[in-house]
């Protein structure tokens, strides 16, 4: 089978894999659609934390199930997902029931190869069924549970302003779930293209350019004097993540999905003062999937809004690097495999 590896930063070769044999407590899946996330792209610019290469990325899938063993109400030929964190199932976390940071945690295309391939093995145990979604929704699920894994993690209340910062496919997707939860969404990034996205496809009524002048003044106004009660990172970005600490209402929580390799640094006394929270935001959970199928089958959200940009399989080694710029308006680009 062909797979399309990153051999280095920087770098991919198509290359010739052996297709996966059917193992004990394993699926096969034959994948159909990839999206290129966050994770993907800064491993192929090198800044991905917790990477080493070679390696074969991708890890928001769908495809088809074509063989399983242990796999309980499922049928081959099924339109399918699956929970692309491989956990050990016995350390703290998860008898915590945090699978989502095991402590031996096996992230699909990040510390083993991912699904840039015809086919993928998976353990039966983290299968998500395809309830009658398109191969292009159940690929998007994933990042969309990231972003409501971290709502949750916030515990959004009805009414109250939260602001997201990053308008990639992750923050998003956190927009949209924070909407569903029934909070305020302000939508803060750089890339005046992105923010007006947000607008016409989003409704998000409140928009702030993070270079424009007097950022919290913009903030006190829109949440009359307040400040946001939530602050959620989606960018990954260490500026970014340091600034966002003044932008707190006090008594305000403030979740990480963004990853990033710097240290953190911010006034002890701001923070102290204003009794914050300040949380990780890792992964997700099956809860979380499901709430993601769920909101899609409700037609609460559509994903598929968020595909700029298409390519087959073939051709991903030669447009990728250009879904870095983000001049090109990438939002989200999805692979289509035969």
Same mark, same amino acid.
């Given at each position: 089978?062909?797979?399309?590896v990153?051999?280095?930063?920087? +770098? ?12 004990? $407590? +394993?699926?096969?899946? /034959?994948? /159909?659609?990839?999206?290129i ?5 800064h491993?192929?610019? $090198?800044?991905? &934390? ?13 495809? %088809?199930l074509v063989?399983f063993?242990?796999? &309980? ?7 399918v ?8 199932g ?10 989502n940071?095991c402590?031996q ?5 990040v510390?083993?190869? $991912?699904?840039? =391939? ?5 353990? #039966? ?16 699920? %994933?990042?969309?549970a ?17 602001l997201?910062? $990053?308008?990639?496919?992750i923050?998003?997707?956190?927009m949209?779930?924070?909407?569903? =939860?029934?909070?305020?969404?302000i ?5 005046? +293209?992105r ?9 998000i009524?409140?928009?702030?350019n993070?270079?424009?002048? *007097?950022?919290?003044?913009q ?5 009359n ?8 990172? =989606?960018?990954g #970005? ?10 707190? =209402?006090h008594g ?6 963004g990853?990033?390799?710097g240290e953190?640094?911010? #006034? ?10 300040l949380?990780? #935001?890792? *992964?997700?959970?099956r809860?979380?999937f ?7 089958? *409700? ?32 939002? /989200?680009?999805?692979? %289509?495999?035969?």
């Amino acid at each position: 089978m062909k797979t399309l590896v990153c051999t280095e930063p920087g +770098q991919f070769e198509y290359s010739q894999g052996v297709k996966p044999a059917l193992t004990e $407590g +394993q699926a096969i899946i /034959k994948i /159909k659609r990839i999206g290129i996330c966050g994770t993907d792209l800064h491993a192929f610019e $090198g800044t991905q &934390p917790f990477f080493s290469y070679p390696r074969i990325l991708g890890h928001e899938l769908a495809g %088809e199930l074509v063989e399983f063993d242990n796999a &309980p109400g499922f049928e081959v030929g099924e339109a399918v997902t699956f929970i692309p964190y491989f956990n050990c199932g016995t350390c703290i976390a998860c008898r915590s029931g945090k699978p989502n940071c095991c402590t031996q945690i096996k992230v699909c295309g990040v510390h083993v190869h $991912g699904g840039m =391939a015809e086919y993928l093995s998976v353990p #039966s145990h983290t299968l998500i069924h395809g309830e009658g979604l398109s191969f292009d929704e159940l690929a998007l699920v %994933e990042p969309l549970a990231i972003g409501a894994h971290g709502v949750r993690r916030a515990d959004v209340n009805k009414d109250e302003f939260v602001l997201v910062i $990053g308008a990639g496919p992750i923050g998003l997707g956190t927009m949209e779930f924070v909407r569903i =939860a029934g909070g305020k969404v302000i939508a803060l990034d750089i890339n005046d +293209q992105r923010l007006r996205f947000c607008k016409d496809k989003l409704n998000i009524a409140h928009t702030v350019n993070a270079l424009s002048e *007097n950022v919290t003044g913009q903030l006190l106004e829109i949440t009359n004097g307040d400040m946001p009660t939530v602050v959620i990172d =989606a960018t990954g #970005s260490l500026k970014a993540i340091n600034d966002a600490f003044q932008y707190m =209402a006090h008594g305000a929580r403030y979740v990480l999905i963004g990853l990033q390799k710097g240290e953190i640094c911010f #006034s002890h006394p701001e923070f102290h003062k204003r009794e914050a929270t300040l949380m990780s #935001s890792r *992964n997700a959970t099956r809860t979380d999937f499901e709430h993601v199928i769920a909101s899609m089958k *409700n037609k609460e959200v559509d994903p598929t809004t968020y595909i700029t940009h298409r390519v087959v399989f073939e051709d991903v080694k030669a447009e990728f690097e250009q879904w870095l710029n983000p001049a090109n308006g990438v939002i /989200k680009a999805m692979v %289509e495999v035969n």
